[in-house]
Structure formats: structure tokens, C-alpha cells
């Protein structure tokens, strides 16, 4: 399976950091978007099919990524990459299709092992 | 006039670093206080000395509000104040929010307990980040409803003629409590957090 | 040598574990009479100092531990959580130490990721606390002579208008009743002529004090002028306002101030106004008050004048 990443984030520094802690051996192409509108935009043009995605932000935030995308079926795989960590809300984002919450700011080894459980790496 | 400008790398750094404080200290204390803590996007700019009186003003001027302080220092010349901002119709339920017996504890007790505990979760959050320690001093009240915050703040003569300026609003709904907080970093300390922040931005 | 500081620092120190139980307190500490006892480590602050205020600072106890972060206690608020002797009982009149106390997280194994005990930290502040305590009675006490008329000991001008002013306003946006009497000394010049000045300072001192004790607890009494006075009656109609003039013009008329071997009688022309519609503003009150008053005079002295308009 090829696979292409989009990471979504309104911070440059949050779509850096998640971009650093790709493992090195990871095959893939990655694109950025920096609010849940591009973030959809491009989903749709299917150009990603795994997705990193912040929840708090501009435009349309994180929430109504994850609910559009369940709407439309067009997630394959969505990892929520988040400041906010309160237990309501990691509950919130697995309702809507989320195949793991990771807090911020990222840690590559927990990265990789989401990666690895699900079969992408 | 010394000049200082935050790049926009910087204060995006600045805003995501903010952004990972409020989401541990919202954790933490929806933990402790048993309920859902709900913070907005923060805002960050300069602020002159000479212009603070007057947003003050224009933010708070007609209400009846509780200004609290307290001081923070940390390594590498990181240092400031955090204000906290109390409405008089949201602080009757603060007790019941900290798990106070009624009438245990005066009503600016209760403020400089809950001020003390939304600043130090906060900036305990970004000193974790930035591997810094910070230290705290105890919260001041400094102002209520007999003395204004603009009175106040106009009899000073400030040192500094810049602050880096954060503002957070902190929203309990279950207990229709809300405050705001003011980070302020002046004068010197914005230039050490900036080459805090350049570090950072430096990594990635 | 870093316990050894710890140990001979001006500010107790004390430390605490999870469970709340006393692991160590430093020398300062040692002042206080429960810390006598050989037997204190190990057991629970709440039993070893029964002063302490146990569900609050259990509250904030936790806090600091759950939460990492530091709480703090201030002399303003509880002026002591510890129930100590300060050391300064000689110059100062505070009974027990005023403290600042921090309440600190320690973590005591580094790469601990939970706070396992508490340092608690007591600053004596208890000269603060008296010089703040006396900076309020001295300002008390300022605010008082600053509004006090040095020698009738009522309201000053100043600060009568002030309230009058207060007064109005609120008569005029809750249409509340206000009414206002202003009167005058008959003949107070001839007065201090033929008994002297420090008689006519005798008048006006048992005048105000006689006058303050037939008013109620909300009016407010000034001395306007010289021998000038005036009377600020909220929620008052102007009939109850006339009939205190009059009780107050007769008793005033039968008074007789002893000075040295004279006896000395006077008399008092008064002025009578009420708040209605028609009056603008506070100035406007006092002058129609002040017309009243000098028909007072004009009709011979002695007598209480109302107002009329028109």
C-alpha cells in the first residue's frame, strides 16, 4: 500500500515538530494544511490518506474535521495530535472515528507505535 | 524606546507553546477541581506601559472587577506577572469550585487561592516545555471594587516600556464561572524568551 | 551544609509527607510549644498543631500535591495558620506571629513524576503586620479629621456638602424625600463682643452638641460657616423637617451656656426647604434655604421660615 500524509495544524511549529518525529524509515509523501478547511479540501482530492490533526483550530477546528470526514467517509486513518487532553475530549474524538489521540507536543516513539500497531509502518 | 518585535515564527511558537500549557493545566485541573475547564485561544501582543491604564479601561472600565497578581521568576531571565481578572457576579460560586465549605473562607481568600492555582498549572505547563523552573511569589490583591484597576495602575510609574502580553480566558461552565488572565512579560525578559523561543525554532 | 542552612534560617521550614505526617521541621520552628514534645516526627500536623484549619488547608494540601504547583497563605487573610510567639512582644501589641506561608511541592528522588511531599514554608510577618494595622488606624483616623469641624467636632463644610451633594442626587434619581434646614446663630457677633471670643467658642461647641442629640442617626449636621449651620434630613417631608426646626429653635432658646460667671442665652433663625421638582440642583437648594433663613431674620429672629415658591 502506498501511503501519503497530511498533517494539519495551524501552528508552523506543531506541523514541524510532527513532521520531524515521522520515523526516519517511513516511506511517505507529506503534505501540510493549516486549518480544517485545506485540511478537507485535500482529503476530498484524496491526496493523503493518513492524517495528523489538531483540534484547536481557526477556520474549522479539529471537531468538525473528524465529524465532516465521517460524514463523507473519507478518512482512512486520522490521529489526533492535541493540547487539549482532557479525558471528555479523547472520548469525543474516538466517538468520531479517531484511531488514536496523542498529546501534545508529539513524542516520536509514541508515534511510531500507533504507527506500527496499525499496520502503517 | 527600545525596539523589540516578535516575528511571526516567534509568536507562533510562543502561541502553540501557550497552547500546550493550557492544555495540561486544563487537564490537571479538571482533575483536581472535578469538572470541565474550558480555555480559549490565547492572544498575544505588546503592550506599552504607557497604554496599559487605558486598555484596562476599555476592557474593564464599567464593571465591577477583582484584580489579583502574582509574580513569577524562573531560569535564564524569565520573569513577569500574571493578572487574573475576577467579575463580582462570577466570583460567588468559587468556593463551591474549590471544594470549600460554605463560609470557610473569605471571599479573597477564596480569590487568591483559585488565582494561585490557575497561574502556577499554567506556567508550571510552559516551564515543563521550555525546561525551565519557575518560581512563584504568593497572590496579591490588588485591586477590588473601591479602587479601580485603571486608578490603580495610573499611580504607578513603570520601569518598562514594553510587556509581552498573553491574554487566556478560563471558562467553568458547570459553575458559570469565567476569569481572565494576563500573562505580562516586560522589558528585558521578552528578549530572553525570545531566544528561548528562537532555541526552539532553531530544533525543528 | 545545605541542612545545616536550612537549619539555621530565620523562617520555619517544615516538611511533610503524602499522608500528611511531620518528616521535619528546622530550628525556627522549634518556638512553637507543640514542637517540645520528643515524640512530634512521624505523626499527622493536623494532631501535632490542633490550630491548624484542617478541611481547608487539606484542600490546598492537596492541591499541591495533585496539581505540582505551590499554595500560599497570607497574613491578610488568616493572619496565622501556626500558633507561635513572634519576637518582637516588647514593641509591638501582636499577640501571636503573623505568617506568610508557602505550601511547596517536592518531588524527593529526581526523576520522580509525582510530588511525594510538602515543604511548608513560615514567614514571620508579623511586622507588617502591625505597621499595616497602625498605617489603618492612622488613615481611619486622618479620614475622620479631614471631615470633622476642629471645634464643634460635627461635619466639616467640606465634607457636609459633600454628602449633601450625595444626598441630592439620590433624592433626585430615586424621587426620594430630602429635606434641608439651615440656620444661624442670632447675634453672634454682639455675643463674642461682650462675653469674649473663648465664650462665643463655648456657644458653638454645647450649641452643636445639644442640636446632634435631637437628630436621627442618618442626618447629617455641619457646621457651614462661622455661626452657620446646616441640617441634611433624608426622607423627610417637609412637615417633619419644619417641626424639628421649631424643637429645635425652642430648645435651642432655652439653653443657657455657663462661661465663668456669665450666663449666656441666644436664639437661632432658621431656614426650612424641601427636595421637589422644581429645584435644578444642590446649589439652587441651598440658596431658597437661605432665603427662607433670612426671612427668618427679616421678621425679627427666632423663627422658622418654609420656603415658598413663587
New interface residues.
Given amino acids: 500500500m502506498s501511503l501519503s500524509v497530511l498533517i494539519c495544524d495551524d501552528s508552523a511549529l506543531a506541523r514541524k515538530q510532527v513532521k520531524k518525529s515521522l520515523p526516519d524509515n517511513w516511506d511517505v509523501e507529506v503534505r501540510v494544511a493549516s486549518n480544517g478547511l485545506e485540511a478537507i479540501n485535500m482529503m476530498r482530492e484524496q491526496i493523503a490518506n493518513v492524517l495528523f490533526l489538531d483540534l484547536t483550530m481557526p477556520e474549522l477546528d479539529g471537531i468538525s474535521v473528524l465529524e465532516l470526514l465521517k460524514l463523507k467517509r473519507l478518512a482512512e486513518y486520522v490521529i489526533v495530535i492535541s493540547a487539549d487532553i482532557q479525558p471528555e475530549m479523547q472520548k469525543r474524538v474516538t466517538e468520531l472515528g479517531a484511531l488514536a489521540f496523542i498529546q501534545k507536543p508529539v513524542n516520536p516513539e509514541k508515534l511510531s507505535n500507533i504507527l506500527k500497531e496499525y499496520g502503517l509502518l | 524606546m527600545i525596539e523589540i518585535t516578535i516575528t511571526e515564527e516567534q509568536r507562533d511558537c510562543l502561541q502553540e507553546l501557550i497552547n500546550v500549557a493550557m492544555g495540561r493545566a486544563s487537564d490537571k485541573l479538571a482533575r483536581y477541581l472535578q469538572t470541565f475547564v474550558h480555555l480559549q485561544v490565547p492572544h498575544i501582543e505588546l503592550v506599552s506601559s504607557a497604554e496599559l491604564p487605558q486598555t484596562f479601561a476599555e476592557t474593564y472600565g464599567d464593571d465591577n472587577v477583582t484584580l489579583l497578581s502574582q509574580g513569577f521568576y524562573g531560569q535564564d531571565g524569565i520573569s513577569g506577572e500574571t493578572l487574573l481578572i475576577y467579575r463580582a457576579d462570577h466570583t460567588k460560586n468559587i468556593a463551591k469550585i474549590l471544594g470549600y465549605a460554605p463560609d470557610e473562607v473569605s471571599e479573597m481568600e477564596q480569590l487568591t487561592d483559585i488565582s494561585s492555582i490557575l497561574t502556577t498549572t499554567f506556567l508550571n505547563g510552559l516551564a515543563e516545555q521550555i525546561e525551565n523552573q519557575i518560581a512563584y511569589s504568593a497572590p496579591r490583591v490588588i485591586s477590588s471594587r473601591e479602587t479601580s484597576i485603571e486608578r490603580h495602575l495610573q499611580d504607578l510609574s513603570f520601569n518598562w516600556e514594553l510587556a509581552l502580553k498573553v491574554a487566556i480566558s478560563y471558562q467553568v461552565t458547570d459553575y458559570e464561572f469565567n476569569c481572565d488572565m494576563l500573562l505580562l512579560i516586560p522589558g528585558v525578559a521578552i528578549e530572553n524568551i525570545q531566544q528561548v523561543l528562537n532555541q526552539i525554532l532553531e530544533e525543528y | 551544609m545545605h541542612s545545616l542552612v536550612v537549619e539555621s534560617l530565620n523562617t520555619g521550614v517544615l516538611l511533610i509527607d503524602s499522608d500528611y505526617n511531620l518528616v521535619y521541621f528546622n530550628h525556627f520552628m522549634r518556638s512553637h510549644p507543640a514542637l517540645k514534645r520528643p515524640d512530634v516526627l512521624g505523626k499527622n500536623i493536623f494532631e501535632v498543631f490542633p490550630e491548624l ?1 484542617k ?2 488547608m487539606t ?2 494540601l ?2 499541591v500535591f ?7 497563605s ?1 497574613w ?3 493572619q496565622f495558620l501556626f500558633k507561635m510567639q513572634h519576637t518582637r512582644p516588647i514593641t509591638t501589641n501582636s499577640e501571636f506571629m503573623a505568617q ?1 506561608i ?1 505550601m511547596l511541592p517536592i518531588k524527593s528522588e529526581t526523576g520522580n513524576s509525582e510530588v511525594d511531599h510538602v515543604c511548608i514554608t513560615v514567614e514571620d510577618a508579623t511586622d507588617v503586620y502591625f505597621y499595616q494595622e497602625k498605617l489603618k488606624l492612622t488613615l481611619a483616623e486622618l479620614e475622620r479629621s479631614n471631615r470633622t469641624d476642629g471645634l464643634t467636632q460635627i461635619a466639616n463644610r467640606r465634607y457636609w456638602e459633600e454628602r449633601f451633594n450625595t444626598a441630592f442626587l439620590s433624592a433626585v434619581r430615586y424621587q426620594e424625600e430630602l429635606s434641608l434646614i439651615l440656620f444661624d446663630l442670632d447675634k453672634f457677633k454682639q455675643i463674642n463682643d461682650t462675653y469674649g471670643h473663648q465664650a462665643g467658642d463655648k456657644v458653638l461647641i454645647e450649641s452643636a452638641a445639644l442640636i446632634q442629640s435631637m437628630l436621627r442617626q442618618h442626618d447629617v449636621f455641619g457646621r457651614y460657616g462661622g455661626e452657620e449651620f446646616a441640617i441634611l434630613l433624608p426622607n423627610t417631608q417637609l412637615q417633619g423637617a419644619y417641626e424639628l426646626a421649631e424643637r429645635i429653635r425652642i430648645a435651642f432658646a432655652n439653653q443657657v451656656v455657663n462661661y465663668k460667671t456669665d450666663s449666656i442665652q441666644a436664639t437661632l433663625s432658621i431656614g426650612v426647604v424641601s427636595y421637589h421638582s422644581g429645584i435644578r440642583n444642590y446649589d439652587d437648594m441651598l440658596t431658597r434655604a437661605d432665603m427662607a433663613l433670612y426671612q427668618s431674620k427679616r421678621c425679627g429672629r427666632n423663627k422658622t421660615t418654609i420656603y415658598q415658591a413663587g
Fill in positions: 484549619p478541611s481547608w484542600r490546598k492537596q492541591g495533585m496539581l505540582d504547583s505551590p499554595a500560599f497570607s491578610e487573610q488568616r506568610n508557602s
